[in-house]
């Protein structure tokens, strides 16, 4: 699942300081990889260690898995690649992109028509689905965002077509 956001940057020279003082944990970004698929999905490069849940990086990348097994469990694809992009600014995702690679039973635009009707992709409105306010991130700093059933994330929702 990717999640396309407006990325941050950090002064180099800052970065290379805090990397020689081995606090580089500190910076958000360094697990960005780890975090999610280990390479095998695809990622637009937002990270989630350091930041809260008011950070489409974050928040967005949790939504986007959420769907996909939501998707999947409701047996309407095999596999599912779920793209959000954001704006600062804009409440509601710029695109909202689905590849189901072939997978799905009833087209990919099919599959947008059913998310955009089972889902409020805001990121408000993200953050109360998910309870993202619920203080879980020292437990996401330990075997990664992804895989835990006890993560909302994780469980599907039950959808209407």
Same mark, same amino acid.
């Given at each position: 699942?990717?999640?396309?956001?407006?990325?941050?940057?950090?002064?180099?020279?800052?970065? @290379?300081?805090?990397? +020689?003082?081995?606090?580089?944990?500190?910076?958000?970004?360094?697990? *960005?990889?780890? =975090?999610? $698929? !280990?390479?095998?999905?695809?990622?637009?490069?937002?990270?989630?260690?350091?930041?809260?849940?008011?950070?489409?990086?974050?928040?967005?990348?949790?939504?986007?898995?959420?769907?996909?097994?939501?998707?999947?469990?409701?047996?309407?694809?095999?596999? @599912?690649?779920?793209? +959000?992009?954001?704006?600062?600014?804009?409440?509601?995702?710029?695109? *909202?992109?689905? =590849?189901? $690679? !072939?997978?799905?039973?009833?087209?990919?635009?099919?599959?947008?028509?059913?998310?955009?009707?089972?889902?409020?992709?805001?990121?408000?409105?993200?953050?109360?689905?998910?309870?993202?306010?619920?203080?879980?991130?020292?437990?996401?700093?330990?075997?990664?965002?992804?895989?835990?059933?006890?993560?909302?994330?994780?469980?599907?929702?039950?959808?209407?077509?």
């Amino acid at each position: 699942m990717l999640v396309e956001i407006i990325c941050y940057s950090v002064s180099f020279y800052f970065d @290379v300081f805090l990397s +020689l003082l081995s606090f580089s944990f500190l910076i958000a970004g360094r697990k *960005i990889i780890v =975090d999610t $698929y !280990g390479g095998w999905g695809a990622h637009g490069g937002g990270a989630f260690s350091g930041k809260d849940y008011s950070k489409v990086d974050r928040s967005a990348a949790y939504a986007a898995r959420w769907v996909a097994k939501s998707l999947v469990k409701n047996g309407l694809c095999r596999r @599912v690649l779920v793209q +959000l992009s954001y704006a600062i600014g804009i409440s509601e995702p710029l695109s *909202i992109y689905l =590849d189901s $690679y !072939g997978t799905s039973k009833v087209g990919d635009k099919e599959l947008l028509r059913i998310v955009k009707k089972n889902f409020d992709l805001r990121p408000g409105v993200i953050v109360k689905d998910l309870d993202l306010r619920f203080p879980r991130y020292l437990e996401t700093a330990v075997y990664g965002h992804f895989g835990r059933p006890e993560f909302p994330w994780e469980k599907f929702r039950k959808l209407t077509l």
